[in-house]
């Protein structure tokens, strides 16, 4: 579980990034991010977090409010 906080915290650094907490489970991290297009969610969720050490796996859904 150590790991899975680590990976979340580094996460949450990332600009764009409003929380990461770490599960038990699937997913292990939930993440919420805010941005304001699909572009910039595309480079944050590829670009940053993918690549983010520990980092296995991602799927990416879409809240619009």
Same mark, same amino acid.
């Given at each position: 579980? !150590? +790991?899975? &906080? !680590? %990976?979340?915290? +580094? #996460? @949450?650094?990332?600009?764009? *990034? +409003?929380?990461?907490?770490? $599960?038990? /489970?699937?997913?292990? #991290? $939930? %993440?919420? *991010?805010? *941005?304001? @297009?699909?572009?910039?969610?595309n480079r944050?969720?590829?670009? +940053? #977090?993918? @690549? *983010?050490? /520990?980092?296995? &796996?991602?799927? @990416? &859904?879409?809240?619009? /409010?």
């Amino acid at each position: 579980m !150590d +790991k899975v &906080r !680590d %990976v979340a915290q +580094k #996460i @949450t650094s990332l600009a764009g *990034v +409003k929380m990461a907490n770490a $599960f038990w /489970g699937v997913p292990e #991290i $939930f %993440v919420v *991010v805010e *941005v304001a @297009t699909a572009d910039e969610l595309n480079r944050l969720a590829i670009n +940053k #977090i993918q @690549t *983010v050490e /520990g980092a296995e &796996r991602a799927e @990416t &859904r879409i809240a619009l /409010g």
